[in-house]
């Protein structure tokens, strides 16, 4: 049923973007709109104290917008509405280092990757029981993911000993482990940064080897041939003529971004 309703949202989207949402119409209106969630530290940002979006990813909006010498318009969307943002038309592309997994794959379509992550945890300084990742998959300790975020169904095939616990929202999963009733929350590289630089009881635990590698993209839906194959070459040129690598480091990225 989920690859059936896949299919009819990548058909409908096909359709809409024939007539409209696509490069000429970017041009004509002298807007690009770029679904963004502020709330992902340092890829798209809300900043609290300044009210700026800060990031990566809105850094290479502002460029793309400025290659297309059009106009910005970020547009609020998060992981759950993801999907349904892009195929509606609320915005041309989605801008906020988007796990590429077959899931999605089927209902939108993704631009060549510039970041990379790995999967972390983050637990308390407090807790004994998770010292290095191999005490992660214990019995006796819960993780927390976030629903809809692609750490749940890699978590749910992975665990063998330990116990997984899906909640609702990224704060919920902070909330469970500072309460106790989770050992430890997954995570990637840009949050467990956040988790570090913003508070003083994480402490964040990292794989000894490669344990699942997500590559990071834009996604957009599928149709628009011309805006996909501008982005694609927005992409080779960022990474060729060092923007890429100058915007990673400015937000602390350079140990995941893909710069070829």
Not at 88 to 101: H, L, R, S, V
Request: proline letters at 3%; hydrophobic letters at 40%.
């Amino acid at each position: 049923m989920n690859r059936f309703l896949g299919a009819i949202l990548v058909l409908l989207a096909v359709i809409s973007n024939m007539y409209g949402n696509n490069l000429e119409t970017i041009m004509q209106e002298n807007k690009l709109k770029v679904c963004i969630w502020p709330g992902y530290y340092g890829i798209s940002y809300l900043d609290p104290r300044t009210q700026e979006l800060v990031g990566i990813d809105s850094d290479l909006a502002k460029e793309l917008a400025k290659d297309l010498k059009v106009d910005l318009e970020y547009v609020q969307s998060s992981f759950a509405t993801l999907i349904k943002d892009i195929n509606e038309n609320k915005c041309d592309i989605a801008m906020f280092a988007i796990g590429n997994t077959p899931s999605r794959r089927e209902k939108i379509r993704f631009t060549t990757p510039h970041l990379s992550s790995d999967i972390y945890a983050i637990t308390t300084k407090s807790n004994k029981k998770i010292q290095t990742w191999n005490d992660i998959d214990k019995k006796g300790n819960i993780l927390a993911v976030t629903k809809g975020t692609y750490h749940e169904p890699i978590m749910k095939e992975k665990l063998r000993n330990a116990e997984l616990l899906v909640v609702n929202g990224f704060k919920a999963r902070v909330q469970e482990v500072l309460a106790g009733r989770a050992d430890a929350f997954m995570t990637d590289y840009p949050f467990g940064k956040r988790m570090l630089a913003k508070t003083d009881w994480a402490k964040l635990i990292i794989p000894q080897k490669e344990y699942h590698k997500t590559p990071y993209a834009w996604a957009m839906a599928y149709g628009n041939d011309k805006f996909y194959d501008r982005v694609e070459k927005f992409i080779k040129d960022i990474k060729e003529d060092g923007r890429l690598l100058d915007l990673s480091k400015k937000n602390g990225l350079e140990a995941i971004a893909k710069l070829k």
